[in-house]
């Protein structure tokens, strides 16, 4: 069966410092990859999508940038953190074909202070 | 531009039925969504309509598709305590990624 993976579950950053989140899944290959965030009490707004390895769409502009080193690794990451990328940060998979249904993880609590 | 909408807030006691609804714009939508999301967690996939149903049933889900008013509801029979959460609807288009609304949180009252 497939599992996916977020680390860290949660992280408290000052202003300016660096960031970097994981999400790893099991169990597939090939799949597609996505980062979402969720601002409290919000809906989920897709960052970027991966349908392979150094193929990554970028959705919205903003300090945030993703790679996928792996095929089933997808990190996210930033040079310096602002206050408003403080929320909640989902990563979800999915088949390359059929439904395209998305798997989430459990997501990653971001702080920024 | 694609957009999907949600109520934002509903109430049920526990024991009646809840009826989420959502509406989209894309017509040529192919798949449509139900995920549920608890407190600090991710989301997880209920069920899937494909655009040409009109109704699909799994235990105390019911969900029910109006293509011609692109409108989607998910009912939830016999509502728990446990069914308190944010449930949100989704739909895909082609090659686009999914197109998400912004969640129905459901309060489910003792």
């Known amino acids: 069966s497939q599992t996916i993976h977020q680390w860290p579950a949660t992280l408290v950053q000052p202003v300016g410092s660096p960031l970097s989140l994981e999400c790893t899944v099991e169990g597939t290959s090939n799949p597609n990859l996505y980062w979402y965030r969720q601002a409290a009490g919000r809906g989920l707004q897709l960052l970027f999508y991966s349908i392979g390895i150094d193929q990554i769409s970028s959705e919205v502009p903003q300090n945030l940038s993703a790679s996928r080193p792996q095929d089933r690794q997808f990190i996210l990451s930033s040079k310096k953190l602002l206050l408003s990328d403080s929320g909640f940060y989902l990563c979800?998979?999915?088949?390359?074909?059929?439904?395209?249904?998305?798997?989430f993880g459990p997501g990653t609590r971001l702080t920024v202070l | 531009g694609e957009d999907v909408e949600q109520s934002l807030f509903l109430s049920v006691r526990e024991g009646d039925s809840s009826v989420i609804n959502c509406t989209y714009t894309d017509s040529s939508s192919t798949y449509l969504y139900w995920y549920k999301q608890e407190p600090g967690a991710g989301l997880q996939l209920l069920t899937y309509i494909f655009s040409n149903m009109d109704m699909k049933q799994d235990q105390r889900l019911t969900v029910l598709l109006n293509k011609k008013d692109k409108h989607l509801s998910l009912r939830i029979a016999d509502t728990q305590t446990g069914d308190s959460a944010i449930y949100f609807c989704a739909e895909k288009e082609g090659r686009r990624a999914l197109t998400f609304g912004s969640g129905t949180r459901l309060q489910v009252q003792p």
């Open positions: 979800a998979w999915s088949r390359r074909s059929g439904t395209d249904t998305q798997y």
